[in-house]
């Protein structure tokens, strides 16, 4: 285990007008590793992650990236440090088949015209790399693939790219109990692999069969962020339904020194 | 990710290379699925002729054939460059008069100001690049529905029209290299070569495409199919153009009229040129791919607004195209040239041929079958005697066949879990 985070948060903070989504958030992500980010809905989970992604641009705070402190403006420098994320509602093109959809936006090319085949062979091998045996063909489309299917196109996607940080927005929300085994399977694949792996999740079975960490979203602020051998059930669902539990989490009145509870009170005050 | 390269033995999905029987099995399967592209305008079109040409013979002469091309040029054009808008979901209803007001521009340059065709021509289609960016602009950056942005064109670009053309008076043009577009025929011989080249492009195209398949181990289409598709070719431009050229003057000893009319090849250039640019190029794929989920798109880092809005300049450029080729044919340009019923049969033409209103889907072909369609059922029509008003009724009826077909092939695909 790196003792150096990969990918870390520090104070970022995310408003949308007047509403504050994101309060001083921090999080680490480690190589080899199974982060869950879990937290309940509106808690910011989605909002954090599509900051890490560049689709929305931080207000405040850094993000350091193997090291050096990094600006992600757009989805490209997310996918240019090694940063890929796999969207809860896909973003798959239906219109378009696994091999088109696995290299869309970077497109393998040969002068002007499309590298179909290099771009075929390399879907194959990532596909069998990661033991990937439910498809049938990889020229048909996306459109015609069981959910389970769909969401191990979007990883194969991810991890296509010597990525280094995959981000996956609760990869079995909408997935039967086999396919939900297969694509937690596939989850700790990729960290066994070496990659960093945020999982976003609120199936607390989920959280405990794959993540090594676990870090806790309440409204908007970092409650805890935890080695998941070190809390149990309960006290995840406490930390995501009252921001603390025990010593742990977000300060009641006073602060508790917890690194990750950096609050100021009156910041969201307006 | 280091793993790429693991042996393909650990579970790569492996296919039974395909005969030609589980081939059109397969397509069979799609067609069912509701993936069934240009197959009903192909049948149409087979009926249709099947139709006039039992009804009234001169319909198959070798004179009605070419007179088709020049007749549905223009129709033909806007419906390719429509395709694109179409395929990202959007409409261009401007289209019409956007060509009528570049066939002006070129017509008053060449007349009016004494321009070489060199000039007129490119200025002309600088007009519809410059039309579709404004057109591409406002929807893609303000998000201004295509709808009303079109429709607020189409009406300012028939007020365009009019002032160009001082309010009403129609301008003629005697530039023969401009007549000679929409008027003129090649020769016999070149009528030939053109034929050999385009057989022999499109199987080099296919036979290529396999040797570079096969080479890296990857399913390739099977060899029968594929020289199916080849004779197919084959036979229909050798049979095609072995009418265009035969001799289809009245008084062949005055006026020899013999070849293939010189719209088609150009038809011809740039049905291939848009199909490789949408079928092999990472433009194409990422108008596909903004067409059919432009969230997905966006967060892929394709920049959405700019494709937007280059397909709004290819549909005006193309629209222009179409300008230029009717003035010829016309030999004139008039207040309603690119008006009346143009814009909608171009529309009708492009989700005819199988391009779909709702977006994603659709090729340029669609756009050339479909055209053709309208075209005899307008000529067709025409020769049987039936009024103005008849006509539009049946081809309305056909688009709306058309468009039927589109949605209920969605809901089919939707339940066949193929789109």
């Known amino acids: 285990m790196a003792a150096t985070p990969l990918l870390e948060l520090r104070g970022v903070n995310k408003s949308f007008g007047p509403v504050q989504v994101l309060h001083d958030v921090g999080l680490d992500v480690y190589p080899g590793e199974v982060t869950a980010l879990v937290g309940d809905n509106g808690a910011g989970k989605s909002t954090m992650v599509k900051c890490i992604a560049g689709i929305y641009t931080i207000d405040a705070g850094t993000v350091t990236y193997e090291g050096r402190k990094v600006a992600i403006h757009s989805p490209r420098d997310a996918s240019a440090l090694g940063i890929e994320v796999v969207y809860q509602d896909l973003a798959l093109c239906d219109n378009l088949d696994i091999v088109q959809n696995m290299f869309l936006g970077r497109e393998k090319m040969s002068g002007v015209v499309l590298d179909e085949p290099t771009m075929e062979q390399m879907a194959g091998d990532t596909l069998a790399g990661l033991s990937v045996r439910t498809v049938k063909s990889l020229r048909q489309l996306v459109a015609s693939l069981s959910g389970g299917q769909r969401q191990t196109v979007a990883i194969a996607k991810a991890v296509l790219w010597n990525s280094k940080v995959v981000i996956l927005d609760e990869p079995t929300a909408a997935l039967g109990v086999a396919q939900t085994a297969q694509v937690l399977e596939l989850v700790r694949r990729l960290a066994d692999n070496g990659l960093g792996v945020v999982l976003i999740s609120h199936n607390m079975n989920d959280v405990f069969a794959v993540s090594d960490r676990i870090a806790a979203l309440y409204l908007g602020r970092m409650a805890a962020q935890v080695k998941a051998t070190d809390v149990t059930h309960s006290q995840v669902v406490e930390l995501i339904t009252a921001g603390r539990s025990g010593n742990l989490g977000l300060p009641s009145e006073s602060s508790n020194g917890n690194g990750y509870a950096d609050i100021t009170p009156s910041g969201d005050e307006r | ?419």
């Open chain 2, 1 to 419: 990710m280091s793993t790429t390269t693991t042996p393909a033995e650990t579970g790569k999905p492996e296919v039974a290379k395909p005969t030609a029987a589980s081939h059109l099995n397969a397509y069979w399967r799609r067609v069912r699925g509701g993936d069934i592209g240009s197959l009903p305008a192909i049948l149409g079109l087979i009926v249709l002729c099947l139709i006039f040409g039992s009804a009234r013979e001169t319909f198959v002469s070798a004179l009605n054939f070419a007179n088709l091309f020049s007749q549905s040029a223009q129709v033909i054009f806007i419906a390719m460059g429509l395709v694109f808008v179409l395929l990202l979901g959007e409409i261009d209803l401007s289209a019409g008069f956007a060509s009528g007001v570049c066939g002006a521009i070129m017509a008053i340059l060449l007349a009016d100001h004494g321009w070489p065709w060199w000039g007129a021509i490119p200025a002309a289609m600088l007009t519809g690049v410059v039309i579709g960016f404004m057109l591409g602009l406002l929807v893609a950056k303000l998000g201004i529905p295509s709808f009303v942005v079109t429709l607020a064109a189409f009406l300012g670009f028939q007020g365009v029209l009019l002032r160009l053309l001082g309010g009403g008076k129609n301008i003629s043009i005697n530039n023969s290299f401009v007549l000679k577009l929409a008027n003129s025929n090649l020769s016999v011989t070149m009528s030939w070569i053109m034929v050999i080249v385009a057989v022999l492009g499109y199987a080099a195209v296919q036979f290529n495409q396999i040797r570079s398949r096969a080479s890296r181990g990857l399913v390739t289409d099977p060899l029968g199919i594929v020289l199916m598709r080849i004779g197919g070719l084959a036979v229909l431009l050798v049979v095609a153009t072995a009418v265009l050229t035969h001799e289809r003057s009245i008084n062949p000893a005055i006026n020899s009229v013999r070849g293939v009319p010189i719209v088609a090849p150009i038809i011809a250039v740039f049905l291939i040129i848009w199909t490789f640019v949408l079928g092999r190029t990472r433009y194409g794929r990422h108008v596909y791919a903004v067409g059919g989920n432009s969230e997905a798109a966006r967060r892929a880092g394709i920049p959405v607004d700019r494709i937007r809005i280059s397909v709004f300049v290819i549909g005006s450029f193309m629209a222009s195209i179409g300008g230029i080729l009717i003035v010829s044919r016309a030999n004139s340009v008039d207040p309603n040239t690119g008006g009346s019923n143009i814009l909608l049969y171009s529309v009708g033409a492009a989700v005819i041929g199988g391009t779909s209103l709702f977006g994603g889907k659709g090729k340029v072909i669609n756009a050339v079958i479909g055209g053709a369609v309208i075209a005899v059922i307008d000529n067709g029509m025409t020769l049987m005697g039936y009024a103005a008003g008849t006509k539009y009724i049946v081809t309305g009826l056909i688009l709306l066949v058309a468009a039927s077909v589109d949605a209920l092939s969605r809901r089919r695909a939707a339940s066949s879990g193929a789109r």
